[in-house]
Every structure is written in C-alpha cells, then in structure tokens.
C-alpha cells in the first residue's frame, strides 16, 4: 500500500525543541514518512521522541516498532552530533561562546577534519552546488551517494564525505531519496560546520592608465592601439627635410601627403587579420617592454599589499594580458579571462589562499569578516 509523500515534514517542527532534538524528529519523520499516514507517523515521532529524550518506556510491542523504524539512523546520529540536551534558555549562551573561536576545523574532534561550507552570501544555491564546491575548497573527494533499494516500494540514499556517511534519505523513489540525503546532509552540516560566505565583491576594474602610471615613462605615444607613428621613423624623417609640417599637405599649396607613407611588416604566419598596434613592430615592441615593467611594478604592489583581487578591464590587448599572466604565473597568483563581449576580454587575477590561510585571517577580524568572506561558526561543533 503506498501513502501520500507530498506533506512536508518541517511544518511538524515544534517550536520548544532545540536543534538537535528537532534533528532526531526530522529523521524519523523522513525516514517513516512512506510507510504509514501522515497522522500515525507524526504519532510515532512523539513516541520515539519520548523514548529518545525523556526515557520514557511502553510495551515490548511498540518499543521494538520504535527501534525498527529509527534503526537506519539513530545509532549514526548519536555518534555523529555528541550534543548535550540543551534547553532553548541556554542556547543563546552557546552561541555567545562561539564568538570566541578557540577550536578549528582541523581539530580532530571536528565532524570532517579540514572540511567547511562555502556558501555565496545572499544568493540562492542548489544543495548539490554547495557540497560539491565545498568539497572542492576545503580539498577533500567530492561528495558519493551510495543507494539500496530495501523493498519494492523503498529507495535509501546515503551521503558520504571522505567516506564518513553523513545522513541518508529513504523514500518511494530512487531520485527522491537521493534528493532527501543531499538536503538532510547539508541541514546537519550548516548546523556543525564552519561556514564561508563568499561576499559579491564589486570594485572598479583596473586600466591600462593606472598600470602605466609612472612618470618616468612617456605614454604619449602609447595609445589603446598603439598607432601613433614614432617620430624617428624614417618617412617622417625625409618629409620634415622637405619642409612638410604635420597636419599639412607636403607642397607649395600643401595638395600632397599629409602623412609619411608606413611600411607594414606583418610577422611570419600572421596573415592579414592583424590589430593596428602591430603595423610599427618597433614601437609596439618598445611598448611591450615598457608595460613589462610597469605591470610588474603594478602587480608586486598588489601582491603585497591588502587586496586579495583584481579585474584589468577589456582595453588591454592580447599581448598585454599575456605578460600579466606571465608575472603573475612566475610569482603564484591565480589568473582567469573572462569574456565579457565579443573579443572583449577582462583578465581576473587573485592571491591565492589556503582554507587554512582564510580561515586564520577571519578568525582575527572583527565579526569575522573581510572585504571578501564572512566566516560564521557553528554553535554545536565542539559543544561538548
């Protein structure tokens, strides 16, 4: 006989539990919810609440229904949160008491040693999406989902990390309880794990200017292509010796060129499809060279300095963004090109950080926040 899944166990939260306790009922509730009505199993989390928490004791028949039905979780709950019962009265003292954090998630006490959450402030994310990037920033296996089908009409998922099961879920469907064990899983882990909010980070994107700025270097030949003509070059040169003033036609009645014919050097295997810069090799290359050294005096400062990232806006060219990512791949910092329209690209680059690094430098701010990352401890980590 198959009974209707779709009611939603939280609205049987009631509000005198506490965290752990309301863990206990919701797994219950989860794991049952297919095999009897609605009212009767709402009916048997009382029951096994009572058991659980208050010690109380009925006959052999329903003691051994409770231990059946609460079999597939309740032994890895006990071992997995170690809580105390604590009343709603002094929850908030051990909240208070998490403010001062005097243990890390490399204890080994901790539920996963070296794991923690990493969440985008304020945006919504699939479950799927947080677990999985945890994993990949706290530098442990991605996350394994191991099924059973129990019975003809009984699916269990089980969640697992660095193959520790963490919760699972069971219902009518395979897709379902996966769906279940994902959920459950990160429910546990928000209340017991360090937590990273990544904060949207907004500043203005770096130009070309603010890199170029230097006085002893001449940027006036330099524009954004580059295409300015040297005054050394050679047809500029025998123009002048014939008395021609630039902005003028060359002739008694300036009727001829206005400006030195340029000899193009296109560079083996280019073909035709060049950028302007390119048509004075010379200049372009002394160009080069010059924004080699003025973009590692740029990123050293940055490198030093308080800031973790920067964005160079899309006026940068190609080559230009290849020296960037040479400095920066010679002295570790972490690049990546965002395309942000057509042949418009922004080049990102960041500091790279440990978990460890991050979570040390929050620890010792006020709040535990940065300009980047909110670091948000678990009240019942260590709570022991």
Known sequence: MKFDTSWDVN?????????????????????????YHRDKVVDLSDVFMNIEFKNCRYGKTTMDLIETLSKSFVSHLRNLLKLPKISATNFNAARARSKSIKKTPWDQNYIIPGFMLLVKNRVRQHQYEILKHSCSFSGVARPEIKREHISEDHYRAKFYIKDQLIAMGDATEKEIATAYAWNNSLKL??????????????????????????????????????????????GYLILKKMGWKEG?????????????????????????????????????????????????????????????????????????????????????????????KRNKRKLRIVKRQTPQDIFDELSNCRNFENEYYILVPPPFAFYN
């Open 248 to 340: 003028q036609g060359l002739g008694k009645n300036n009727q001829g060129i206005t400006s030195p014919i340029e000899t193009i050097h296109f560079k083996k295997r280019f073909g035709l499809d060049m950028e302007d810069y390119d048509t004075n090799t010379n200049t372009n290359r002394r160009h080069l060279m010059d924004f080699n050294i003025q973009a590692k005096k740029y990123i050293m400062r940055f490198f030093y300095g308080p800031k973790k990232r920067l964005t160079f806006s899309t006026e940068f060219t190609k080559d230009e963004r290849k020296i960037i990512h040479r400095i920066c791949t010679e002295i570790g910092i972490w690049t990546k090109i965002y395309e942000e």
């Open 189 to 234: 882990l928000l209340r017991v794990c360090f937590i990273i909010k990544v904060k949207e980070h907004k500043q203005s994107p770096t130009t070309w200017l603010d890199v170029m700025d230097d006085s002893r270097i001449d940027t006036s030949n330099y524009t954004m292509h580059h295409n300015k003509m040297s005054e050394m070059n050679v």
């Open 11 to 35: 609205s049987y939260k009631k509000d005198f539990e506490t965290l752990d306790q309301w863990q206990f009922r919701e797994a219950f509730l989860i794991a049952n919810k297919h095999k």
